[in-house]
């Protein structure tokens, strides 16, 4: 009963905790009734991963209408991964954010909080989920929406203009999306995506067509930060409240990417983003751009936040960089990074909050002398880093070695050069970290710090494990990721 | 013993990670910390001690940890070369381990559990890396060698260390993952493997001007053997505190790369490839080099430890260039190398530290005269020099016998030459020290009364000065191994 009716709840639930969750009067009732709707969300993520690693699909039709009619959920073993790392990503999140917004948010908004969570929540899993083109605009809406309120509730002020920056930015990408929507409806006269993709392909040359595309390629590219599209990012993760940023950062330009995946490859088709729209050409020069440049930015940040968040832009350059090889090896690897790039940047959000809850601030200078006075905080975070470098034996290892096996596979040997090269950046921008860390005395007259509540360390040590066994155990991550760029990609031939 | 050979390549790996373990649970009770380390740095020479007969027979224990991707495995292999590494390492931590205790309390050095902690993690590495079935788990260790020396290089926490550490991390990290890395997945790429087979890997997959290219990525991408310009990070590194500098930049760390680079040579690539690679010569050619300037270097060094390091420069090269001649009896030579300079050179770093923990004095200018003081340690240090010059009756001279074997076996005589030279510039920067310490009286106005450092330091120094001489007398061992590294079993 309930298992067939679970693509429903898994978007239904969090939609409706919401509302409830903000009629909650007490503000520790709250925070557990949220953590409990989160954990709740990932079993049911988990559940949709086993009942699709085969390869198998599971179709629902909301409210009993049946497609061309209603709105259908399409469940396969691609977007359960990413439903997967979603509400992963939100079971550690959301019960160290009732500790970490403590002393970042006044009492009075914790509620509006934990509620604007569960929509983003929402939001980001019904992208994921849905089978209709247009329910995708409403869901990203609602993410977005919520994501613009959860950003602007950070301490400093300048989070109130991080916040709108996102939102201009954020809206016209939406309306992007909505008119290549609109003109794929157009055109067919359909919303669901698989009679879009059927009917698409038998278009053929057509202006209205190329527009859609490219309306739709730029309306994403805002959404997951693709360089120069990128420029709404660093603001906004570095404003966010701590938990918002890790939540945001593991998750939100994942949920864009996977959306970009499916309407290149499902509805426009191999055959049109491909071979008639060349799209790999264009993505491969931007995402090698946002590799470098970004990368050498973060080198320069004097807040940690605002480093990790340009390395986010270089992550996303890799993710896209896998889609413009055009294998099964370089989806595989995109796919890969999906996972292991929440891993690695949700677990150094997540120290880093932990840091921010001690000291009080996230500039690199305030963290002067925690190797000593937070010896468990920092050494998660040196292991971050060493992830995020690329080290064996972690996550980011892995994709890396895809991202390069794609690469020689093509015979690009100078993008074999130019990730190792960024790897080396990477090892600059984490390093000057741990030094100041390490290295330098507590200023003079601050605050004794001791080490962060184990309501913020176990959360962030539970991601930081992750990255080593996942790094080590590549069975899951590697096995779903190969099937999903199989299925994306036909098989190799 | 009922102890299976792959159970032992496990115990060998765990006993330094366990003495860690203890070393931490123990850090408030020095003496119980410290009788920890001396325990488990000799339960780690009891077990490669173990593992060298079945070696010797012929056998090749292995032991497979996980497959991380599809053939990536993390595996590990005991072969001669390998064993022989490991032997010098787990012969030296204990020794090293009673020198440190010494010094460590003789200059009240603060952060000791840290300090015992990392090398006992460096100590695992050493042993994963010595004990490597292929590229991916050499390499893996290889960067936990780095991350975990870098606090111990950067012991002092002033701002001259963490420089010096930036120097070391820096060209470490950035040679290893800019150039070993795509090294070993073009190795992967052309081969499908990276394991080590005696004879090779490569034979057929690759030839011309790539082949030599490759090499000159291993050969440059292993910055622990500080092949120039990629020795800058081990001067740097003799700001770490004295045992470090002995332990592991004159052993370990510096043996990790040449051997690495010998065992790459020989189990990677093969002699036989090699020989027909163009332009070969010329990486022999900057081995040369290396060895001549890095003596020079040394002839004008003042600071004690600096000179030492400049000379282990030197010396790696010596290994480096040994497997280059692309000779089997240079191949002997320079595994041989590896055994005997890490006995002579630990002496010296020992003497140097003994004389800094008891007198405070870091020059050569400031040695006058010091034999008197300090017999027991000037006669070490005598005999590690003598090594380091290769003369008899001392272990040096029977590596660089058979380099110079291998080199006229194979007509270098370019080879030849560089190496009687820097034979005459080691006379040139070690006699003086010797003469002044002996012949010279001290000066009268920096006179400061002490004697001989600490019992437990001129215990250990004796240990290995005496080592040096053994090896020279009964060289069975070392040889024996060394003469099967590489060589296809049957």
Known sequence: ?493 | MGLQASDLIILALTIPLFTGAGILLTSRWPNIREGVTLTGSILLFATVIALLPHVLDGERPTWELTEILPGLKLSFTVEPLGMMFALVAATLWPINSLYSIGYMRGNKESNQTRFYLCFAIALSSVIGIAFSGNLLTLFVFYEVLTLSTYPLVTHAGHIKARDAGRVYLGILISTSIGLLLPAIIWVWHLTGTTDFVAGGILKGHIDGPLLTLLAALFIFGIGKAAVMPIHKWLPAAMVAPTPVSALLHAVAVVKAGVFSVVKVIAYIFGLEILRDAPGIDWLLGIACFTVVVASFVALQQDNLKRRLAYSTIGQLSYVVMGALILAPLSLIGAALHIVAHAFGKITLFFAAGAIYTASKKTDVSQLNGIAKRMPWTMAAFSIGALSMIALPPVAGFLSKWYLLLGASQSQQYMAMAVIVLSTLLTAGYFVPIIYAAYLKDEDAEQQRDHGEAPLPMVVALSLTAGGTLLLFFFPEIPLELAQSVGVVSP
């Open chain 1, 1 to 493: 009963m309930t298992m067939e009716h679970l693509p429903a709840l898994q978007v239904v639930l969090p939609l409706l905790a919401a509302p409830l969750c903000f009629l909650i009067p007490n503000n520790r009732l709250a925070g557990l009734f949220t953590t409990l709707v989160s954990w709740i969300v990932f079993v049911f993520a988990i559940l949709l991963v086993i009942a699709t690693r085969d390869g198998s699909e599971i179709h629902y039709a909301f409210g009993g209408w049946e497609p061309p009619w209603g709105i259908e959920y399409t469940v396969d073993i691609l977007n359960s991964y990413v439903l997967l790392i979603v509400s992963g990503i939100a079971a550690v999140v959301f019960p160290y954010s009732l500790t970490s917004i403590k002393r970042e948010i006044p009492e009075s908004q914790h509620e509006l909080f934990f509620s604007s969570m569960l929509l983003c929540l929402a939001g980001l899993l019904g992208m994921t989920i849905t089978g209709d083109a247009f329910n995708l605009f409403v869901l990203l809406e609602i993410s977005s929406l919520s994501s613009y309120t959860l950003i602007s509730l950070g301490r400093d002020r300048r989070a109130l203009t991080a916040s709108f920056q996102y939102l201009i930015m954020g809206t016209i990408g939406a309306t992007f999306i909505l008119i290549g929507v609109g003109l794929l409806y157009a055109l067919t006269g359909t919303l669901n995506m698989a009679d879009l993709a059927v009917r698409i392909s038998s278009i053929g040359e057509s202006r209205t067509l190329q527009a859609a595309f490219t309306f739709i390629l730029v309306g994403f590219g805002l959404k997951l930060a693709m360089f120069p599209l990128h420029l709404w990012l660093p603001n906004a993760y570095a404003f966010a409240p701590s938990a918002v940023s890790a939540f945001l950062a593991a998750t939100a330009t994942k949920v864009a990417i996977y959306a970009l995946l499916r309407f290149l490859f499902t509805i426009f088709g191999i055959e049109f983003s491909f071979e008639a729209m060349q799209v790999h050409w264009l993505l491969m020069p931007l995402a090698v751009i946002a590799i470098l440049f970004a990368s050498l930015v973060a080198v320069f940040q004097d807040d940690i936040k605002k480093v990790l968040a340009y390395s986010s832009v270089a992550q996303i350059g890799y993710m896209l960089l896998g889609i413009s090889l055009f294998s099964v090896t370089g989806l595989t690897a995109t796919l890969l990074h999906l996972f292991n790039h929440a891993l690695i940047k949700g677990g150094l959000f997540l120290t880093l909050g932990a840091m921010a809850y001690s000291v009080g601030s996230t500039n690199i200078d305030s963290i002067k002398g925690l190797g000593k006075a937070m010896p468990l905080t920092m050494a998660a975070f040196v292991v971050g880093a060493l992830s995020l470098i690329g080290v064996p034996l972690t996550v980011g290892f892995i994709s890396k070695w895809y991202l390069i096996l794609a690469s020689l596979e093509k015979g690009y040997w100078p993008l074999t050069i130019i990730i190792l090269i960024s790897s080396l950046i990477a090892v600059m921008y984490t390093w000057r970290i741990i030094e100041k860390a390490y290295f330098q005395p507590r200023p003079e007259g601050s605050i004794d710090v001791s080490e962060a509540p184990m309501s913020l360390l176990i959360p962030a040590w539970l991601v930081i494990a992750a990255n080593i066994y996942f790094g080590v155990q590549t069975q899951l991550s590697t096995g779903l990721a190969t099937n999903a760029a199989t299925m994306l990609i036909g098989a190799p031939n």
